[in-house]
């Protein structure tokens, strides 16, 4: 069984920065696939990018690529999103998902973790 925990949220005033973590236990990272998602109140869960298991690629969903960098450290089976020049419309609860394949999609990913509070606000 695969266990995620995110980390990293709060509050944050508008162009600031924030670098969530997803801390992985179960299954290393190099067969695991890790997705971040946010969901904002009142919105469908929304993909940002997922880094590959093989290979450590990053993929970038709905225009992410530019502020969001996703990453990952192996040694640590701790995958990152850096965000950047970060906007009101950001604000939402943000989670990371693990599955052997992943993709693009919510239902692409069999384990999350529990989400994170991300506020942006002045």
């Known amino acids: 069984q695969v266990q995620l925990v995110e980390s990293g949220g709060g509050l944050v005033q508008p162009g600031g920065s924030l670098r969530l973590s997803c801390a992985a236990s179960?299954?290393?990272?190099?067969?695991?696939?890790i997705g971040w998602f946010r969901q904002a109140p009142g919105k469908e869960r929304e993909g940002l990018s997922y880094i590959r298991s093989r290979d450590g690629g990053a993929v970038y969903l709905n225009s992410m690529k530019g502020r969001f960098t996703i990453s990952r450290d192996v040694a640590k089976n701790t995958a990152y999103l850096q965000m950047n020049s970060l906007k009101p419309d950001d604000t939402g609860v943000y989670y990371c998902?693990?599955?052997?394949?992943?993709?693009?999609?919510?239902?692409?990913?069999?384990?999350w973790g529990q989400g994170t509070q991300v506020t942006v606000s002045s």
């Open positions: 179960g299954r290393t990272l190099d067969y695991l696939t």
């Open positions: 998902a693990a599955d052997a394949v992943g993709g693009d999609w919510p239902g692409d990913y069999a384990f």
